[in-house]
């Protein structure tokens, strides 16, 4: 008798174990395709914005560099100036690099751990 009932304890104890394993399965699967896609997502929209942005900082400063050119009358001193400003910027970011790290591990993780 008290067999029996431990017997059926048992076994109800592994189909509650095994149930609760293919659901953590599941919860796991749904949850990696949630972060794979905001991922995927997020990498879709930077490079679509960032192409865009590049390919109008590119035009801009075709316009700056021709203008600049055109009231110094020499083209090559303009685009000399707006390289010069651009290696300046490039300096910038360069010297404040790791003080990005922090705000963009702050915003994946919220992604992550949403």
């Known amino acids: 008798m008290v067999l029996d009932e431990l017997k059926k304890d048992l076994t109800a104890a592994d189909a509650d174990l095994r149930s609760y394993f293919e659901n953590s399965e599941e919860y796991l699967k749904l949850r ?9 997502t997020s990498g879709a929209k930077v490079l679509l914005v960032g192409s865009v942005a590049l ?5 801009l400063s075709l316009a ?4 600049i050119g055109q009231l110094l009358n020499n ?6 100036i707006t390289g010069g400003f651009f290696i300046l910027v ?3 970011c ?3 690099r790791n003080r990005v790290n922090g705000p963009l591990l702050r915003r994946f993780s919220s992604y992550y751990f949403d």
């Open 32 to 40: 990696v395709f949630k972060v794979l896609m905001r991922a995927i």
């Open 90 to 92: 490039t300096a910038v």
């Open 75 to 80: 083209t090559f001193y303009g685009f000399l």
């Open 94 to 96: 360069y010297y404040f």
């Open 55 to 59: 390919l109008t900082l590119f035009l």
């Open 64 to 67: 700056t560099s021709f203008g």
